[in-house]
């Protein structure tokens, strides 16, 4: 099974089909898809400007969600690996039990569905480096009570959603399903009122 870095290659390579180039580049969000799989194909589509059932799209456009697409990996595998820095030190220094952040990051390994949206038409628009170097140093400092993406106030606890955890607080204005960790009790609470709220 090819990886992340050789599928990025077939899909900058002007020799293979264009069938091929845009198939490798779906095949990259498999390795690597922030909002998970269909909502990081509808987000680079529409940035690079070529439709999502689009068979035969430029390839310079390919390239260019490709592109996005390695940048916010960089700054994932960065996040990883300071990560793993971090809790090694911890071990080192005799914190075995993990934190909250910690639960999250093992749901979240390898970047599949960091910032997950389960609409996968509603999505964050800025480029998606940005998006997750917002949502990394949310986690890195104390928690708050708004989406760490968008600054939207409006959470909204969601049920039975196509990821682990399977319910959450999620941002009606940019669609991310918030990690837990980033928000204080209070916005936690407040978000499972709204939820009360609309479903009455």
Same mark, same amino acid.
């Given at each position: 099974?090819?990886?992340?870095?050789?599928?990025?290659?077939?899909?900058?390579?002007?020799?293979?089909? @264009? =069938?091929?180039?845009?198939?490798? +580049?779906?095949?990259?969000?498999? #390795?690597? *898809?922030?909002? $998970?799989?269909?909502?990081?194909?509808?987000?680079?589509?529409?940035?690079?400007?070529?439709?999502?059932?689009?068979?035969?799209?430029?390839?310079?456009?390919?390239?260019?969600?490709?592109?996005?697409?390695?940048? *916010?990996?960089?700054?994932? /595998?960065?996040?990883?690996?300071?990560?793993?820095?971090?809790?090694?030190?911890?071990?080192?220094?005799?914190?075995?039990?993990?934190?909250?952040?910690?639960?999250?990051?093992?749901?979240?390994?390898?970047?599949? $569905?960091? =910032?997950? !949206?389960?609409?996968?038409? /509603?999505?964050?628009?800025?480029?998606?480096?940005?998006?997750?170097?917002?949502?990394? %140093?949310? /986690?890195?400092?104390?928690?708050? %009570?708004? !989406?760490?993406? !968008?600054?939207?106030? #409006?959470?909204?606890?969601?049920?039975?959603?196509?990821?682990?955890?399977?319910?959450?607080?999620?941002?009606? &204005? !940019?669609?991310? +399903?918030?990690?837990?960790?980033? @928000?204080?009790? &209070?916005? +936690? *609470?407040?978000? #499972?009122?709204?939820?009360?709220?609309? %479903?009455?």
């Amino acid at each position: 099974m090819a990886g992340f870095r050789s599928l990025a290659r077939q899909v900058r390579d002007p020799r293979c089909d @264009l =069938a091929l180039r845009r198939y490798s +580049l779906r095949k990259c969000l498999e #390795r690597f *898809a922030p909002y $998970g799989h269909r909502a990081t194909w509808d987000h680079l589509c529409g940035r690079a400007g070529f439709g999502p059932e689009d068979r035969s799209p430029d390839p310079a456009r390919l390239v260019a969600a490709l592109v996005e697409l390695e940048q *916010a990996r960089a700054v994932w /595998l960065t996040y990883e690996a300071d990560f793993a820095e971090r809790r090694k030190k911890e071990k080192h220094d005799g914190l075995r039990r993990p934190g909250s952040v910690d639960d999250w990051h093992r749901m979240t390994w390898g970047g599949f $569905g960091v =910032a997950w !949206c389960d609409d996968p038409r /509603l999505h964050p628009r800025e480029p998606l480096a940005d998006v997750l170097h917002r949502l990394i %140093s949310a /986690l890195e400092r104390r928690p708050g %009570s708004v !989406c760490p993406v !968008c600054d939207g106030e #409006r959470l909204v606890w969601r049920y039975g959603l196509d990821h682990e955890p399977s319910a959450g607080p999620v941002c009606a &204005d !940019c669609g991310i +399903l918030v990690p837990r960790p980033v @928000l204080t009790d &209070d916005a +936690l *609470a407040s978000a #499972r009122r709204e939820r009360l709220l609309m %479903s009455a």
